[in-house]
């Protein structure tokens, strides 16, 4: 199994350089599955959002692709998806990335309270998120 770097998938998915996009697309087709990092996730959704102006939403529209295309494998699927589903009720993918990868743990200790941790507790999301 290969693995994939962001900039394969930026172009898979934005089209934005169509020679690039094109041997993408082969380069996936003929490998798949392709193994993605969860680095290479988080990677992806700051790109698409930053550097393309991409809305949260749509980012997490791929994000769910990415997770449900057998084209990819991507690593600890299950809290990528979990962190897409928080991401959806307004806790920052980033933030909600650290989260569902803690799931083992018994809990999130930040600093960011209005941004994340308020967010978490209202939600009721187990680990739960604490401010020390």
């Known amino acids: 199994m290969w ?4 900039n394969l998938l930026v172009r898979y998915y934005t089209q934005d350089d169509k020679a690039q996009a094109k041997r993408a697309l082969k380069w996936l087709e003929d490998h798949a599955p392709c ?7 988080q990677e992806l959704y700051w790109v698409l959002e930053n550097s393309y102006g991409i809305s949260p939403a749509k980012v997490l529209d791929v ?5 449900r ?3 990819f494998k991507v690593e600890s699927s299950s809290a990528v998806a979990r962190a897409i589903q928080a991401a959806r009720q307004r806790i920052q993918f980033p933030d909600a990335l650290h989260w ?3 799931g083992n743990c018994e809990g999130l200790a930040t600093f960011d309270d209005k941004g994340f941790a308020r967010k978490a507790r209202k939600l009721g999301l187990e680990p739960t998120v604490i401010v020390p």
């Open 3 to 6: 693995a994939t770097d962001t």
């Open 35 to 41: 193994f993605v990092a969860v680095s290479v996730v």
């Open 63 to 67: 994000l769910e692709h990415l997770c």
């Open 69 to 71: 295309s057998p084209a």
């Open 100 to 102: 569902a990868l803690s």
